[in-house]
């Protein structure tokens, strides 16, 4: 699982490297063939496409069609500043995506889950129940096959192992969370910076002019609301997930405490 994740981050960051230097390389190429289109009203939008087309890359092309020249013009206002959101949001992404795997295959059916293993403890076939809970994924399971390994010395042996197996299990589950954090802090700090060299910007031109036009501000203006805005749009759909997990992990965390307790309860009556 870890190596997938590797994998998908270091493809993603490839893809948005290439993406960068696509973006701002040098275009303009002449046209070699010389040939001129013909002077008609029929293919007027045609030879402004093919025109415009020419002077990009072909992986600028690709993501511009993909996400629309819009969302472009707007990354590359948004000066430098938007390369560091733009990490963080691909960061949040592969995490997010890591994190709904993860979790997926530790979520299990616990009422199942007791249907099978309690009728086996109340038989006093800890051997059979250990080998059922080893070949069932999950947390819950691993922390009551921990304890049902040590079943032969009583009791309190199996809560301790129960406890040390559920420690191990719970970081397991907040893995991930720190880097989430990271993105929701980061990514709208990143954005105010943006906007204070946007501000900056524009105050030195209106020195550099000697006197307030809007048409002199506008850009430095434009920099600093398009970096704010990036930074809060990354910052949302981040913490959003991240209650969204937080709350997945707790209704694991609960079915793990119900697990050990009936666990302890049925060896207590047998």
Not at 149 to 177: P, Q, S, W, Y
Request: aromatic share 10%; glycine share 8%; hydrophobic share 50%.
């Amino acid at each position: 699982m870890k190596k997938r994740f590797l994998n998908l981050f270091m493809l993603v960051t490839i893809l948005t490297l290439l993406f960068g230097v696509s973006l701002y390389a040098e275009n303009g190429e002449t046209d070699a063939t010389g040939i001129t289109p013909p002077d008609s009203s029929i293919v007027n939008n045609l030879e402004k496409s093919i025109e415009d087309s020419s002077q990009v890359g072909g992986f600028e092309a690709l993501i511009r069609k993909l996400l629309g020249n819009d969302f472009i013009d707007l990354f590359t206002k948004g000066g430098f500043a938007m390369w560091p959101i733009l990490f963080l949001l691909i960061w949040s992404i592969a995490v997010i995506i890591y994190k709904i795997i993860a979790l997926s295959y530790a979520r299990i059916n616990i009422n199942a889950f007791f249907d099978k293993i309690i009728p086996l403890l109340k038989e006093k076939k800890y051997k059979e129940a250990a080998n059922f809970c080893a070949k069932t994924k999950g947390p819950v399971a691993a922390i009551i096959h921990a304890g049902l390994l040590k079943a032969d010395r009583g009791v309190d042996a199996v809560e301790k192992a129960m406890e040390g197996a559920g420690t191990i299990e719970m970081a397991f589950l907040e893995k991930g969370f720190i880097p989430l954090s990271t993105v929701i802090n980061l990514a709208p700090m990143l954005g105010f910076f943006g906007t204070l060299v946007g501000m900056i910007e524009a105050f030195a031109r209106i020195a550099q002019a000697g006197e307030v036009d809007p048409t002199i501000v506008a850009g430095g203006i434009n920099m600093a609301l398009i970096t704010s805005a990036a930074g809060l749009a990354v910052a949302i759909p981040a913490q959003f997930f991240n209650n969204l997990l937080l709350g997945y992990v707790d209704g694991l965390v609960l079915d793990m405490q119900r697990g050990s307790e009936k666990v302890v309860e049925t060896l207590i009556e047998n």
